[in-house]
C-alpha cells in the first residue's frame, strides 16, 4: 500500500508560477514510476506529466510541454511538478498517482495508488 500526499496548490496570476509535490509512504517508493493528472471542473481527469520510477525518463502532455517540470527525489520520497507560465485553462485539482506495474503512463487505469488531490487556480 502507498499513501500520497499532494501540496503545494494555491491561487495565482496568469504567468505566475506553482511547485506542486507529492510524498509518498508505505513501499519503496522508488519502485514506483509516478505520474501528476489533472481534473477541471466538468472534465475528465487528465494526464499532465510522468516520470519513470529512476527518474531518467519523463514525459508531458502537449498541453504542459515546456512550461511544467516533473522530478523526484527518492531519498526524501517525493515527487514534484514545478509549473510555469500558468494560464487560467490549468486551473483543475492535480492528483498525483504511482504506478508499480508496466502500462501506459498517460492512461489512469494503469496506476494503482491516487493521492486527494490539490487545487491549482489560474486567474487571468
Known amino acids: 500500500q502507498v499513501q500520497l500526499v499532494e501540496s503545494g496548490g494555491g491561487l495565482v496570476q496568469a504567468g505566475g508560477s506553482l511547485r506542486l509535490s507529492c510524498e509518498a509512504s508505505?513501499?519503496?517508493?522508488?519502485?514506483?514510476?509516478m505520474g501528476w493528472f489533472r481534473q477541471a471542473p466538468g472534465k475528465e481527469r487528465e494526464f499532465v506529466a510522468a516520470?519513470?520510477?529512476?527518474?531518467?525518463?519523463?514525459y508531458y502532455a502537449d498541453s504542459v510541454k515546456g512550461r511544467c517540470t516533473i522530478s523526484r527525489d527518492n531519498a526524501k520520497n517525493t515527487v514534484y511538478l514545478q509549473m510555469n507560465s500558468l494560464k487560467p485553462e490549468d486551473t483543475a485539482v492535480y492528483y498525483c498517482?504511482?504506478?508499480?506495474?508496466?502500462?501506459?503512463?498517460?492512461?489512469?487505469?494503469?496506476?494503482?495508488?491516487w493521492g486527494q488531490g490539490t487545487q491549482v487556480t489560474v486567474s487571468s
Open positions: 498517482a504511482a504506478r508499480g506495474r508496466p502500462g501506459n503512463y498517460y492512461l489512469k487505469g494503469a496506476y494503482d495508488y
Open positions: 508505505g513501499r519503496t517508493f522508488s519502485s514506483y514510476a
Open positions: 516520470i519513470s520510477s529512476s527518474g531518467d525518463s519523463t
